[in-house]
């Protein structure tokens, strides 16, 4: 179990378009202690109760549904209230797997993956690192260190998941036939994909992606 400096009395927004999963966050946290000053469903009522409540943190997940996603969020929170902490917490295991023509993420947002999360104790560690990071106790990491894939690599692995073809593909990026073929040769090394007869390179591909927003797919 991870030491996480205790969150008691931290005051807490959360935002996620999934009640249900707002709900039980906002459970968890105020059994530990924690005060759950408001939750919201949208990026447009996030900022609203933000402005209005100025927590220590906050916590928001990354696909809040139509409109502004949570990194747009989390940019108007470091600009409009440099000491509140954010945690950006998402089943995506890389940002640009959600979108590659979103913004980056600031170096002070800490980025938890979901389905890597094992106990609550794990957000409550990064709640207070999200604190050290706004209130300058702590430096945070080089941006390029939360990425996996580059921006080309993140849209070949989302359009192969689409189903499309490698012509298909070629028109979407504006490369020639063979250079999507020689991308996704090199995707696969990337991410330890077999290329051996038994298996579609493609289809594995399309698994790896879903894998990796935290679709659970049976074993």
Do not use: C
Not at 101 to 125: D, H
Not at 170 to 192: F, M, P
Request: zero cysteines.
């Amino acid at each position: 179990m991870i030491d996480t400096g205790g969150v008691e009395g931290v005051r807490v927004v959360i935002a996620d378009d999934h009640h249900l999963s707002a709900k039980a966050l906002a459970d968890s946290f105020r059994a530990r202690g924690a005060e759950v000053v408001a939750i919201a469903h949208s990026v447009p009522d996030a900022l609203e109760v933000l402005r209005d409540k100025r927590p220590d943190v906050l916590i928001t997940d990354l696909d809040m549904g139509p409109g502004p996603s949570g990194v747009d969020l989390a940019l108007r929170v470091r600009s409009l209230l440099p000491s509140t902490g954010v945690v950006l917490l998402t089943a995506y295991e890389d940002p640009k797997l959600f979108s590659t023509k979103m913004p980056a993420l600031p170096p002070e947002v800490v980025y938890m993956v979901k389905q890597r999360v094992r106990e609550i104790e794990e957000l409550g560690a990064a709640l207070n690192l999200a604190l050290d990071y706004s209130h300058g106790r702590q430096r945070p990491p080089k941006p390029t260190s939360r990425s996996m894939l580059t921006e080309n690599q993140a849209d070949l692995l989302r359009l192969l998941a689409q189903g499309l073809s490698n012509q298909a593909i070629a028109q979407e990026l504006s490369v020639s036939h063979d250079s999507v073929a020689k991308s996704i040769n090199r995707l696969a090394k990337r991410l330890g994909v077999s290329q051996s007869s038994q298996h579609n390179v493609r289809v594995a591909l399309s698994q790896r992606f879903f894998d990796f927003i935290g679709y659970q797919r049976e074993r």
